[in-house]
C-alpha cells in the first residue's frame, strides 16, 4: 500500500453502504467520511429530503471545496480514507478530474430490490435518484483513465460471504486486511451524517453484515419501469464485479 490512500466507494441507496462504512472504520486505521457531497447535491438539485436542511447546514456545499478536500491528506493522520458515496451526489456537470486522487470503488445491488426499498418513502421517485445512470458515468472515467476496471462489489455476494468479498477488495487495494472488518460494536458514531436518524436505525442495531436472504420482489407497473431503466446501467458493471471470473475490458 501507498504511504496514503484514499478509497471512493460509489453506492446508490438502500444498499450496504453504511454497513461497509462500519467495517472499514472497525479497523482502527480507517477515517471515513458519510457522503461528502450530499449538501451539494440537495442545493443544486433542490430535491426534498428527510432534514434537508440540517444536512445543508452540516457540510459545505461547494464541489470544488469538497472534492479538493477528499483528494488531499487523510484526516488524523490515518493511512487509510474511506469515503462512502452516493453517486447520484455527483452531478452531470460535475468535473471528475479528482478521482484520480483516489481509489474508486463501487457497491452494485439488483435494480428491483433497491427500487422496492427507495419507492417505499419516495413512491414518486426518479430514475436520476436510484444512481444507476451516474455509478456508469464514474465507472467508465475511472477505466477510460486508468485503462482498466475498478473493483466492483455485489451486494448480494458481500452478504452471503463478507470474509472472501472483504479479502478479495482489500487484496485489489494493495490492503491488508482485518477480521475487525466483519464485526463491530453496535450504536451510532460520530462519522455518521445528521441524516442518520432518518435512515440508519438497522445499521445502527447491527454488530456486523447482515445475513443473506433471498428476497421476493413484487413490484407494480411504476416501479417495474424504473428498474428496467435502470438495469443497462447495472448490468454495465456486472461482469467486472469481485468474485466473478468475468473480470476485464476485454
Known amino acids: 500500500m501507498s504511504e496514503e490512500l484514499g478509497i471512493a466507494m460509489w453506492s446508490g441507496p438502500r444498499n450496504i453502504s453504511t454497513a461497509m462504512m462500519r467495517a472499514w472504520e472497525n479497523r482502527g486505521d480507517t477515517a471515513v467520511v458519510d457522503e461528502p457531497l450530499y449538501a451539494h447535491y440537495l442545493v443544486e438539485t433542490g430535491a426534498a429530503h428527510p432534514g434537508r436542511a440540517a444536512i445543508i447546514a452540516s457540510q459545505s456545499a461547494d464541489y470544488e471545496q469538497v472534492t479538493a478536500t ?44 433497491v427500487v422496492a426499498s427507495f419507492t417505499a418513502n419516495r413512491p414518486d421517485a426518479a430514475s436520476w435518484e436510484l444512481g444507476f445512470e451516474q455509478q456508469r458515468r464514474l465507472f467508465d472515467h475511472v477505466c477510460d ?13 458481500v452478504l452471503k460471504n463478507p470474509a ?20 463491530w460494536p453496535a450504536g451510532k458514531r460520530a462519522s455518521d451524517g445528521v441524516w442518520a436518524k432518518h435512515w440508519y436505525r438497522t445499521v ?13 420482489v413484487r413490484l407494480d407497473d411504476f416501479q417495474r419501469r424504473l428498474a428496467e431503466q435502470a438495469r443497462p446501467a447495472y448490468e454495465h458493471l456486472w461482469p467486472y464485479r469481485l468474485g466473478s471470473t468475468e473480470q476485464g475490458l476485454g
Not at 486508468?146 to 448480494?156: I, T, W, Y
Not at 472472501?164 to 487484496?171: F, K, M, N, T
Not at 445502527?204 to 421476493?216: D, L
Open 145 to 157: 483513465r486508468s485503462g482498466k476496471a475498478p473493483p466492483v462489489l455485489d451486494a448480494a455476494a
Open 164 to 183: 472472501e468479498l472483504l479479502h478479495a477488495l482489500c487484496e485489489r487495494l494493495d490492503v491488508t486486511f482485518s477480521e475487525r472488518m466483519l464485526h
Open 204 to 216: 445502527e442495531n447491527s454488530t456486523g453484515f447482515a445475513p443473506w436472504k433471498p428476497r421476493e
Open 70 to 113: 477528499l483528494a488531499g491528506p487523510i484526516p488524523g493522520g490515518r493511512p487509510i480514507w474511506y469515503q462512502k458515496h452516493m453517486a447520484q451526489h455527483v452531478l452531470p456537470e460535475d468535473a471528475l478530474d479528482w478521482l484520480e486522487g483516489v481509489e474508486n470503488c463501487f457497491l452494485i445491488r439488483r435494480p428491483e430490490e
